[in-house]
């Protein structure tokens, strides 16, 4: 380690740029810049998809402060809850805007990063050697559900208390640790204060923690191998004479213009929804939830938020009659697999073994159709994990596949856009049968990603980047 030694500046230097020298000195806060993104260079051709991460960032900041905002006056109180939010809207000085660009932020959270995942999807911005912020980005996602969920239980409305209950009642379901897991989690019998007490310090302090530190990690990891793009080519392949990618430029002030440009446009649709329709039909804020929570009274139709309807209607899919025909399409998988996989006959054996286990299990003798709910609920979200190893595309970029991909990532798009909404509604039989499909639909996009992925016939992969300066 090299000895201290103090950078010297003229003495006619600007005061600030004195004070930077020094602060460079003691910690590298111009490297820090640089490196993350003064002086990081990114492909030149990124499109509209590209805007997503910098607008999480920025929503991720204004949830932390609208949040810190409603703490200050919120009461995490079972008999107090309510009548705080109530009070925040109607007596705190500008506690309504606070309150509903937070329960605004929150959905367009989840809008971005499903659009932020979307664009992974189709430019395979998972694959080699970006899986590890693949992983980072989806433990970010599994945080903001579990930030989302623990939220939603603190305005203390009539939602609010029977989704949570709905919600944490789905771990009784597992066999043996069940009920003693849901009192657990609940800390009492029913969703009570004790319950609200625990969900608020996970709220306001444990999960957003855990958050920032995996934002962080997700930055740094992308930053270590470089950002993809649209044509799914490494630019660091092609290097010029100043030892930078060729294709690439530097993120300011270039970018910082091009995100400038997104966050003006985003902020104006934020800021009219915020204005407008901050309840957005009673998908952004529910009309039950100004009913204060009622532990003797169920609402007709407990439906979780929307950004959770998808995983939901997946859960809701699993019935008693559905099961049997889960079990002809294990059944039909495992057939698939020592047909076509390329796997060794050990790990086919495997396989095998552990799908007879779930054709047993999936006996309405053995578990019921509840418990096979929530593994399939749990299920749908974990697989994305997975995306890395189940794609074995030869090129990254939907732009280089086969068309008939598009249409395989269409039908895959709207079958997760119909579970959705089928989530919000009230279930019959027709829903139920639509939301199986849907399901089947889902989960077949990726168990046979790695045959259908590598199928047909590929465009060849420029050496370049196309890019049409505008």
């Not at 402060?65 to 809207?89: C, Q, R, W």
């Amino acid at each position: 380690m090299a000895a201290f030694k103090e950078t010297k500046f003229p003495a006619d230097a600007p005061v600030a740029e004195k004070a930077l020298g020094w602060v460079d000195d003691r910690f590298p806060l111009t490297k820090l810049w640089n490196d993350q993104w003064g002086k990081y260079y990114a492909p030149k051709n990124f499109n509209f998809w590209y805007i997503f991460g910098s607008l999480a960032m920025l929503v991720l900041v204004l949830q932390i402060v609208t949040g810190i905002f409603l703490t200050m006056h919120y009461k995490p109180d079972a008999a107090l809850a309510f009548n705080s939010v109530e009070y925040i809207m109607r007596e705190v000085p500008w506690g309504w805007l606070v309150r509903y660009m937070h329960s605004t932020g929150a959905s367009a959270f989840f809008i971005i990063v499903y659009l932020h995942m979307t664009r992974g999807l189709l430019y395979g911005s998972y694959r080699k050697p970006r899986e590890l912020i693949w992983l980072f980005g989806f433990a970010i996602f599994l945080c903001l559900m579990a930030e989302a969920f623990f939220g939603y239980l603190l305005p203390w409305g009539q939602m609010s208390y029977w989704g949570a209950q709905v919600i944490v009642n789905l771990f009784g379901a597992i066999p043996l640790i069940g009920p003693d897991l849901s009192l657990w989690i609940r800390g009492d019998y029913v969703v009570s204060d004790a319950t609200l007490n625990r969900f608020f310090a996970f709220h306001v302090i444990a999960i957003p923690l855990v958050l920032l530190g995996l934002v962080a990690a997700h930055l740094i990891a992308l930053h270590e191998v470089g950002s993809s793009n649209p044509d799914g080519i490494e630019v660091k392949e092609n290097l010029g004479a100043d030892g930078h990618p060729v294709d690439s430029i530097p993120s300011h002030p270039y970018y910082t213009v091009h995100d400038l440009f997104g966050v003006s446009i985003f902020l104006v649709i934020f800021s009219a929804v915020v204005f407008f329709a901050p309840e957005m039909g009673g998908y952004f804020l529910e009309y039950n939830n100004f009913l204060p929570g009622d532990s003797l009274k169920t609402p007709l139709h407990i439906a979780p938020t929307w950004y959770f309807t998808p995983f939901y209607s997946v859960l809701r899919a699993t019935t008693a009659d559905f099961m049997y025909v889960l079990m002809g399409v294990v059944a039909a998988y495992v057939v698939f697999i020592w047909l076509k996989s390329r796997l060794s006959t050990i790990v086919k054996s495997v396989i095998a073994g552990i799908a007879i286990v779930a054709i047993i299990g999936m006996l309405p003798q053995v578990l019921d159709a509840k418990f096979w709910g929530v593994v399939f609920f749990g299920g749908s979200v974990v697989i994305l994990a997975f995306l890395p190893w189940l794609d074995h595309s030869p090129v990254k970029s939907i732009r280089y596949r086969p068309t008939w991909h598009k249409y395989v990532y269409a039908i895959f798009g709207l079958s997760f856009l119909i579970l959705g909404y089928l989530g919000t509604q009230a279930p019959t039989d027709t829903k139920t049968i639509v939301s199986q499909v849907c399901t089947l639909i889902y989960f077949s996009f990726f168990l046979l990603m790695p045959w259908w992925s590598a199928m047909g016939k590929f465009k060849t992969v420029p050496s370049r980047v196309t890019f049409h300066p505008h």
